[in-house]
T-cell receptor, first 114, second 117 residues
Framework: DAMVIQNPRYQVTQFGKPVTLSCSQT?????MYWYQQKSSQAPKLLFH???????NEADTPDNFQSRRPNTSFCFLDIRSPGLGDAAMYLC?????????????FGPGTRLTVT | AQSVAQPEDQVNVAEGNPLTVKCTYS??????LFWYVQYPNRGLQFLLK??????LVKGSYGFEAEFNKSQTSFHLKKPSALVSDSALYFC???????????????FGKGTHLIIQP
């Protein structure tokens, strides 16, 4: 089945130690998104790629970066994780205007910062 | 800027009774509206969407939602609740496509739906 895959599902990192979260998709969608969801809060958009074009939200900290080497893969890099970055990170994809940009979400990666 | 309000943190319903989870939105132009469900430690699952057309939208698992433009609402409904419907429900909005790229969704804070046996 076509899907959005996130690895790992659970990630523990140390304060200040760089960490990379991975997302892949078999849907061949041209848009990929990263959301941060803290406990009991709504998902918050960090940035998205429209094909190769990177779009950063205005309030996304510089500590968060992203890479999209090809259509299928997208990475979230946290350069120096702080305790406040502990959250669930959700990757999503969407395809086209005709479908109203319906988004398909992966299962998420829960990041713990020690 | 667009926004979504889910006024209830929690909704309790007895199994077999109808349920409603409320959502109101604010966006420029005609909105794209979505409902997602999230189970513990899982990603979001798409339930239904309104883009255009009939104001009553039917989705997965027997859920439906009614778009009301005058009240800027998009309430989620189900005629007969199941215990397995217990989860966290998010309403989301996206502004109409403007040709500038694919902006993400703006989510409400979520409503915990608890179905009591």
């Amino acid at each position: 089945d076509a899907m959005v895959i996130q690895n790992p599902r659970y990630q523990v990192t140390q304060f200040g130690k760089p960490v990379t979260l991975s997302c892949s998709q078999t849907l061949n969608h041209n848009v990929m998104y990263w959301y941060q969801q803290k406990s009991s809060q709504a998902p918050k958009l960090l940035f998205h790629y429209y094909d190769k074009d990177f779009n950063n939200e205005a309030d996304t900290p510089d500590n968060f970066q992203s890479r999209r080497p090809n259509t299928s893969f997208c990475f979230l890099d946290i350069r120096s994780p702080g305790l406040g970055d502990a959250a669930m990170y959700l990757c999503a994809t969407s395809r086209d205007q005709a479908r109203g940009w319906e988004q398909y979400f992966g299962p998420g990666t829960r990041l713990t910062v020690t | 800027a667009q926004s979504v309000a889910q006024p209830e943190d929690q909704v309790n319903v007895a199994e077999g009774n109808p349920l409603t989870v409320k959502c109101t939105y604010s966006v420029s132009g005609n909105p794209y509206l979505f409902w997602y469900v999230q189970y513990p430690n899982r990603g979001l699952q798409f339930l239904l969407k309104y883009i255009t057309g009939d104001n009553l939208v039917k989705g997965s698992y027997g859920f439906e939602a009614e778009f009301n433009k005058s009240q800027t609402s998009f309430h989620l409904k189900k005629p007969s609740a199941l215990v397995s419907d217990s989860a966290l429900y998010f309403c989301a909005v996206r502004a109409p496509y403007s040709g500038g790229g694919a902006d993400g969704l703006t989510f409400g804070k979520g409503t915990h739906l608890i179905i009591q046996p």
